[in-house]
Each structure stands twice: as C-alpha cells, then as structure tokens.
C-alpha cells in the first residue's frame, strides 16, 4: 500500500525566506506525486504534479519540487516566502494505474513572519 | 466557471439527526469523491464513484452513505450522525475513471460539520 509522510506539522519561516516543506512516499514503484495547498476556509489547490516526465517540476506561485527516486522524496521549495504562502500544504501519491484514491500526507501548516 | 459546490458550507447537528451534503460538479467528470480532513491525520477517503450508479468503499466509510444517480451530484448521508463525524468533509470530481493517477482532483470548498 501507498504511504506518505509530511515531516513537521507546522512549519515557520520568515518572509523572503526558503520555504522547504518535507514529503517522503512509500511505493513499491515510483507512484505520481501531488502537492496540494489549502488557504484558511477554501478547498485545496493543485500547486504542481509529477507523473513521470521531468523530475523538477514547476507549480504556480514560485514554487517547485524534486522527486528523488532513491531518497523516495518529493520535498516543496520556493526560494522566497511571501506572506501570501501562508497556508496548510499536503502531499499527496496515486498509483499511476488503477488509481481510486489520492493518498494524503498528513499536511503542514506554513507560517509566514514579517 | 468550472467547480465543484458543496452544500452547506457549515452545520451544526445533534446525535442521530439524519443529515445530507450535497455536491454537485459542472465540468462532466465521471469520477467523484468525498474526503474527510481531520487535524493531523490529513485527507481520507470516504466513498468514491467512477460513474452513474458505481460507487465504492474508500478508507473510512463507516457511518456513511452515497449515492450517484446523475452524473454531476455525488451526495454524502449521514443517516445517524456521531460525534466522531464532526469533521471538514471534501467533496472532489476529476475526468476519468480514475483508471490514470495523472487526472487531477478538483476540490469543492468544503464543508464543516459539528454533530453535537
């Protein structure tokens, strides 16, 4: 079965700070990968997919992702937080055939200080 | 605009009061799901349905009932609400049978529930 892990809850950074946000996955081969961001009373939002093209891949709003197939990761980055980042980020793996669910990490909660 | 609406937004209940979420989706996916999203234990699924009249059992789908007898609404019932039902309840369609994980989720905004 597919896991993933979001390591730290809550996450807090200052604003013009690197955002790096933890998502490691267990598959026994390489899955799609997903992050997902949550604004405070608002649904969740695509911020980027992997699905086996590039391993750095690009989302909206300055940030990116790596998959690392050795290290089984897939961590979030953005060079410089901005106070708009604020917000609950998930992860999430889905098999790249048969796929009934996304299975979600646990979500981290970024907190931007001015 | 292309979304998914749940309704309602918010609702407090009582122990046992029969109650219905409803979701409705205007982008014509043949996929739909509920989620339900609890502090520190992320989203899990409750049901899901790949089409008119096929649904399924997700992780958690004690307590509750779906049904999908059009292709845009994907209702969620709670025929006798708990308290370990008060919870933030998502509702996502995306296209497809879900046969490729490519196919991404579209959310609604969700729902919040407290059964008292």
């Known amino acids: 079965a597919q896991s993933v892990t979001q390591l730290g809850s809550h996450v807090s950074v200052s604003e013009g700070a690197l955002v790096l946000l933890r998502c490691n996955y267990s598959?026994?081969?390489?899955?799609?990968l997903f992050w997902y961001v949550q604004y405070p009373n608002q649904g969740l939002q695509l911020l980027l997919k992997?699905?086996?093209?590039?391993?750095l891949v690009k989302g909206i709003n300055g940030f990116e992702a790596e998959f690392k197939k050795s290290e089984t990761s897939f961590h979030l980055t953005k060079p410089s937080a901005h106070m708009s980042d604020a917000a609950e980020y998930f992860c999430a793996v889905s098999p790249i055939q048969g796929a009934q669910k996304l299975v979600f990490g646990q979500g981290t909660r970024l907190t931007i200080n001015p | 605009e292309a979304q998914v609406t749940q309704n309602p937004r918010y609702l407090i209940t009582v122990t046992g009061k029969k109650l219905t979420v409803t979701c409705s989706q205007n982008?014509?996916?043949?996929?739909m799901s509920w989620y339900r999203q609890d502090p520190g234990l992320g989203l899990r699924q409750i049901y899901y349905?790949?089409?008119?009249?096929?649904?399924d059992k997700g992780d958690v789908p004690e307590g509750y009932k779906v049904s999908r007898k059009e292709k845009r609404n994907f209702p969620l019932i709670l025929e006798s609400p708990s308290p370990n039902q008060t919870s933030l309840y998502f509702c996502a369609s995306r296209q497809g049978r879900g046969l490729s994980g490519a196919n991404v989720l579209t959310f609604g905004a969700g729902s919040r529930l407290t059964v008292l």
């Open positions: 598959s026994s081969v390489p899955p799609y």
């Open positions: 349905s790949m089409n008119v009249e096929v649904t």
């Open positions: 982008m014509n996916h043949e996929y």
């Open positions: 992997y699905t086996s093209a590039a391993t």
